[in-house]
């Protein structure tokens, strides 16, 4: 009888004093493409909220974040900028997979070998056995270079399509600037990101705010370096 009476109490206190405090949920987005097309202008943009001044190529990769509330729910999108030089990845590659919610792929709307290489950057994402429920978004980035086009939009959109990715046109120093066609005129970095997030949000089951370690991951943020003070955290590959 006393067990019973017990057991009852143990229940009704399991949500008001055992159960931790609901944690703040974490989407890893990687950010991938060739060297030049403005990843890290585009990450930095969304999380610092402004056009860097001045960027180097990435090295490994740069990890930037951002806390949003979507839906009363407090989420923190922690974006991989990684490095679109092959010489500044190769030893980087496995990490940027591991455990990643989506994947965003940039090209540079005035560079065609930058869209042509994206059925390469597919295909990478294909031998580290991403699964279909990994959301992926194409961006055609430096939209404000309107003189310059050689991707058109039509010819990137039947690329998405075939591909069954959304395409967003955007520029990280200008994103108001128009596009020509119709896909994405006013979709600014920030609107990219956070559908992306939606979407996963919209998704489940998802990982618990916790070290990248201890969810499986082998990057340890904390050794990363803010020398920009922008919260910005670099881990290089130790090849490079
Ligand atoms: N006009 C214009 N220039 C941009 C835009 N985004 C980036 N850039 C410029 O493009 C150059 C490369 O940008 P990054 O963001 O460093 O390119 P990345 O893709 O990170 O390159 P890696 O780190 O080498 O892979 C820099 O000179 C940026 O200022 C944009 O939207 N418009
Ligand atoms: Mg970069």
Redesign the pocket.
Known sequence: MAESGSSAEFSGSLTSSILPPPRTRIFKIIVI??????????T?RFCAGK??EK????IGVDFRERLVEIDGENIKIQLW?????ER?RKSMVQHYYRNVHAVVF?Y?ITNAASFHSLPAWIEECKQHALGTEVPRILVG?????QDSVQVSTDVAQQFADAHSMPLFE?????PNSQGDGNYGNSDHVEAIFMTVAHKLKSQKPLVLSQPPEASGGTVNLSRGRDDAGDGTRSWGCSSC
């Open positions: 493409g060739d060297s030049g097309v403005g990843k890290t202008c585009l930095y056009f860097p960027t180097e190529a990435t900028d990684t490095a679109g030089q500044f940039v540079d980035n430096k939209c404000d270079l955007t520029s990280a120093k200008n």
